[in-house]
T-cell receptor, first 115, second 110 residues
Framework: ETGVTQTPRHLVMGMTNKKSLKCEQHLGHNAMYWYKQSAKKPLELMFVYSLEERVENNSVPSRFSPECPNSSHLFLHLHTLQPEDSALYLC??????????????FGAGTRLSVL | GQNIDQPTEMTATEGAIVQINCTYQTSGFNGLFWYQQHAGEAPTFLSYNVLDGLEEKGRFSSFLSRSKGYSYLLLKELQMKDSASYLCALRGGSAGKSTFGDGTTLTVKP
C-alpha cells in the first residue's frame, strides 16, 4: 500500500459510544494531521503531530482525543460525541511541519455520523 | 489571524480557460497552496507559491502577489474531469498550521 490510509471509511455511532479512527501513512513522513470537514464549511485543522509530539491543538473539545504512537500511525479517539460532530474526518501527512513546501497528502477520510 | 476568500461556485466550458481567485489576510505568511478535491475523495496537491509570480505545471498554473494578498489558479484546456472543488490554503506562522478557504466548486460543462 502507498499513501495515506484511513479506516473505517464510514462510521455511525451513538452519543454514548466510544470509537477510534485510524490513519496510517506509508510515505516516511514526520508530521501527521487531523482535519474536520463539515458540509459547506472549510477544512478545519484539529491536531498536528511532529515526530510523535503534538505541536498544535486547535481548541478542539476534549471528546476528541488524538494519539500518535509512532510517526506512521495516528488515531483519533471519540467519546460522548454530539450530532454536530458528524462530518468527514481527514488525516494528512507531510515531510515535516516547517521549512520547504510541506505538501500535505490526505487520506480518503472517515465519514462519521453521530446519532 | 488569517482570513481567506474565494468564490463559492464557478462554471466553465470544456476546452476553455478558467481563473479561480483567492484573496487573503494574514499576520504571517509561509506559502500558499492549491488543492483539488473531487466529491467524496481526498484533497490532492496542485501547486505551491511562496514567492511572487507564476508557477506553471502542465495545464495548471498558480500566481501569487504577496503585497496584494492575492493568488489565482489558472486551468487551461478544461476537461470534464476538472469538475471539482479547488481549495486555497494559507500556511501561516505556526508550525504545520495551514488554514483552508471554503473552496470553489468548479463545474465543467460540455
Amino acid at each position: 500500500e502507498t499513501g495515506v490510509t484511513q479506516t473505517p471509511r464510514h462510521l455511525v455511532m451513538g452519543m454514548t459510544n466510544k470509537k477510534s479512527l485510524k490513519c496510517e501513512q506509508h510515505l516516511g513522513h514526520n508530521a501527521m494531521y487531523w482535519y474536520k470537514q463539515s458540509a459547506k464549511k472549510p477544512l478545519e485543522l484539529m491536531f498536528v503531530y511532529s515526530l510523535e509530539e503534538r505541536v498544535e491543538n486547535n481548541s478542539v473539545p476534549s471528546r476528541f482525543s488524538p494519539e500518535c504512537p509512532n510517526s506512521s500511525h495516528l488515531f483519533l479517539h471519540l467519546h460522548t460525541l454530539q450530532p454536530e460532530d458528524s462530518a468527514l474526518y481527514l488525516c494528512a501527512s507531510s515531510q515535516d511541519t516547517a521549512g520547504g513546501k510541506n505538501i500535505q497528502y490526505f487520506g480518503a477520510g472517515t465519514r462519521l455520523s453521530v446519532l | 489571524g488569517q482570513n481567506i476568500d474565494q468564490p463559492t461556485e464557478m462554471t466553465a466550458t470544456e476546452g476553455a480557460i478558467v481563473q479561480i481567485n483567492c484573496t487573503y489576510q494574514t499576520s504571517g505568511f509561509n506559502g500558499l497552496f492549491w488543492y483539488q478535491q473531487h466529491a467524496g475523495e481526498a484533497p490532492t496537491f496542485l501547486s505551491y507559491n511562496v514567492l511572487d509570480g507564476l508557477e506553471e505545471k502542465g495545464r495548471f498554473s498558480s500566481f501569487l502577489s504577496r503585497s496584494k494578498g492575492y493568488s489565482y489558479l489558472l486551468l487551461k484546456e478544461l476537461q470534464m474531469k476538472d469538475s471539482a472543488s479547488y481549495l486555497c490554503a494559507l500556511r501561516g506562522g505556526s508550525a504545520g498550521k495551514s488554514t483552508f478557504g471554503d473552496g470553489t466548486t468548479l463545474t465543467v460543462k460540455p
